[in-house]
């Protein structure tokens, strides 16, 4: 079974750095697409990006509303994927959702709340 | 971006009837592979997305045969046949074929 578990979300000032953790099990991780979305508070679904197996080069992509500030990163000898989000604003709050590929299967998500 | 806009955003269904949630999409969805990236997911009341269907038909395993997915290009419709209860909660359309990939806002099913 394809299990995903973020960690790492809190409460950070405007300005500040976080790191999510995404621990993963059931799958053969190295294979494939890591993705990233988020949820505002009462609101619909946002991507924020993707990394790609190493097989497919492991680049990335993001959405242009994060991209210099944020960035994905992956452990395959883990099984871990990450979200390094650095001077965050007060409208990153929402909840991050890791994902198999683009959409599979999704984690429980974390949330991040960004207020002074 | 490729902007997806749903319809209904509210659909409140009986017991045992069908549904049906249309989204179009700014921009054909036909990606240079020949292949459609168009996906529905449901989301229920404090819960995480779940695909339903991927490439515009396809039903991910455990899914109930009660969901259908159809369409082409820029417009795509979810089919429920019977409602159940379980069933309600947020639907959402996304394509895959552009970057960004986007969402639909959002249609919330509820029972009448």
């Known amino acids: 079974e394809v299990q995903l578990v973020e960690s790492g979300g809190g409460l950070v000032e405007p300005g500040r750095s976080l790191r999510l953790s995404c621990i993963t099990s059931g799958f053969t991780f190295g294979e494939y697409v890591m993705s990233w979305v988020r949820q505002a508070p009462g609101k619909g679904l946002e991507w924020v990006g993707f990394?790609?197996?190493?097989?497919?080069?492991?680049?990335?992509e993001y959405a242009p509303s994060v991209n210099g500030r944020f960035t994905i990163s992956r452990d395959d000898s883990k099984s871990i994927a990450y979200l390094q989000m650095n001077s965050l604003r007060t409208e990153d709050t929402a909840v991050y959702y890791c994902?198999?590929?683009?959409?599979?299967?999704w984690g429980q998500g974390t949330l991040v709340s960004v207020s002074s | 971006d490729v902007v997806m806009t749903q319809s209904p955003i509210s659909l409140p269904v009986t017991l045992g009837q069908p549904a049906s949630i249309s989204c179009r999409s700014s921009q054909s969805l036909v990606y240079s592979d020949g292949n459609t990236y168009l996906n529905w997911f449901q989301q229920r009341p404090g819960q995480s997305p779940r695909r339903l269907i991927y490439?515009?038909?396809n039903r991910d395993s455990g899914v109930p045969d009660r969901f259908s997915g159809s369409g082409s290009g820029t417009e795509f419709t979810l089919e429920i046949s019977r409602v159940e209860a379980e069933d309600v909660g947020v639907y959402y359309c996304m394509q895959g074929t552009h970057w960004p990939y986007t969402f639909g806002q959002g249609t919330k099913l509820e029972i009448k």
């Open positions: 994902g198999h590929s683009f959409g599979f299967a």
């Open positions: 990394i790609r197996s190493k097989a497919n080069g492991g680049t990335r």
């Open positions: 490439k515009v038909f």
